[in-house]
């Protein structure tokens, strides 16, 4: 199971990388529910100076079996500064 997790990580941030051009950050989930995989991941949105200003965003990923994208969406978004996650957020 560790590996095919570790599998469907790589395959949701590589293709969440070239469907949104960013600069990905920390994975923040991963889970399989029957046959799909949910996976979160932090990006950067827009660089600020100084760093605690800039807005990471999180993106959830499902994923088939195969490892394809079924669909993305932007969940939330937060200053860097901003340490305590939105309501519903997973972390």
Known sequence: MAEAMVQM?????????????LELGSTL????????WHVQVEALEKKSLPDSQDILATYG????????VLDFARTSM??????TLPEGAEG
Do not use: C, F, P
């Open 9 to 21: 990580i790589q395959k949701a941030r590589e293709q969440l990388s070239d469907l949104t051009h």
């Open 78 to 83: 937060r200053k860097r500064s901003d340490t």
């Open 29 to 36: 989930s991963v889970r399989k529910d029957d046959k799909v």
């Open 61 to 68: 990923v499902t994923l088939d079996e195969g490892g394809n």
